[in-house]
């Protein structure tokens, strides 16, 4: 037999061999997964029963490991190859976030695992990216950037080979698959020397500071990795006093003893020197900000009523405080968040009985041992106790939040009016395949406990 490698092996090894790599790019990365593992630890420590529930779901062991990084993307074809890349991973494009809405000029999916068993092995997504070169709006310095972008192939030929090879066979073996780590890593490597002129990236920035970051380099640098932590307020106050300055509020639903989706902030970009291109061949100095570093802490995935009332919250709280990018609202935004959130059950039994959220269901010792009288409606098991149910994490992306995290590294002056509207069609005719829905994924994990849990009970009875 082939020996091929499962695909949550060759991805856990290869988002250990990205943090490792982004870590010596961007040594305050390894400053704050420290601190995220000291603040994990903590909570771990104070709270046995959190610890204990994250025990049985198997998600223990994935906390320490999980991260999500980002890239963009600067030509079609440049999508559909990185589609085939995360494939090799077992990632998949889920979810289609329309950054164009708070004048961003890309559009978004992410990459990540889908099944159950994949999510407990390796949990690593990547929000891709891709330029909306629409959106230039002078036709001259489009075409320019299309043109510089139709020169570059962000892929080595050894990936390419990998990738058809993994297609062919159906897999990758040891070598194979240590080769391919090695030359996939490679399209997300930081490169100062950019490919074009200082007059060139000018007038990109001009255009927007996120066009130059894309089109200026070999390749999609990756922009950031986040460790996710227990507990994203410690983290945050923490931070000054490790030397890492946060932005001023966390994006997301407010703190809540039954965290919902998902809460992140992310320290400042730095400034690096770069090379540009000199008119005779030669190098000139200059300094580009693109890379940085975040946080998250997820919560229960909600469904669609409670995503629903989510996004009617945190509309009506930046109604009451937009928060400002200088952090002199913070408070008041904070405040607002936790006041407008109120309706929303901050209780897992709630949550659950009113249809808010998605759960993992399981028999319970005395479901278990009760095997006369149980009945198959999951409401009735669930309030006698036979059945238990632990929060399904969110997995994915919030497009505010997001809108938030691109705002804050790209510089907090962006303007931020909205652009032309949303073009999905185009975003998936270049990834080669519909995006897939996250609702259902959640669903599908959901059902398939509530169907574990009563074949149990079919067997008991028989
Ligand atoms: C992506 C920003 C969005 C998140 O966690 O919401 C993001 C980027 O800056 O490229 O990473
Ligand atoms: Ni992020």
Sequence with gaps: ????????????????????????????????????????????????????RLKALGNLERISEERHGAIRLGKPGELATIRQLFAVMGMEPVGYYDLSVAGIPV???????????ALKQSPFRV??????????EDEALRAEAEAILARRDIFTPGVRALIDKHEDEGGLNETDAEAFIIEALETFRWHSDATVSEATYKKLHDAHRLIADVVSFKGPHINHLTPRTL????????????????????EGPPPRACPILLRQTSFKALEEQIAFLGKNGERVTGHHTARFGEIEQRGVALTPKGRKLYDELLDKARGLAQPKADGSNAADYMAALSEVFAPLPDDYEALRAEGFAYF????????????????????????????????????????VSAAG?????????????????????????????????????????????IDAVMARVASARA
């Design 231 to 250: 507990d994203i307020d410690e983290v945050q106050s923490m931070m000054p006093e490790r030397g890492i300055t946060p932005k001023a509020v966390i």
């Design 360 to 399: 993992h269901y399981f028999l319970t010792e005395e479901g278990k041992a009760a095997p006369d009288g149980l009945s198959n409606d999951i409401d009735m098991l669930v309030a006698r106790g036979y059945v238990g149910f632990d929060p399904l994490v969110y997995e994915d992306f919030l497009p």
């Design 127 to 136: 929000f891709t990216s891709l330029l909306r070169i629409d959106l230039i």
């Design 107 to 117: 559009h978004s999916t992410a990459f990540r695992p889908t099944d159950g068993e």
């Design 1 to 52: 037999m082939a020996n091929h490698l499962s695909s949550h092996e060759i991805r856990g090894r290869f988002c250990r061999a990205m943090s490792e790599m982004y870590r010596l790019e961007v040594p305050l990365y390894g400053n704050l997964m420290e601190l995220v593992r000291d603040v994990n630890d903590s909570v771990l420590a104070r709270d046995p029963d959190l610890k204990t």
């Design 405 to 449: 995290i691109f705002q804050s590294n790209l510089g907090d002056n962006l303007a931020s009016d909205s652009l032309a509207g949303s073009n999905r069609a185009v975003f998936e005719e270049a990834l080669g395949v519909a995006v897939r829905d996250e609702f259902s994924l959640y669903q599908s994990l959901q059902d398939a406990s």
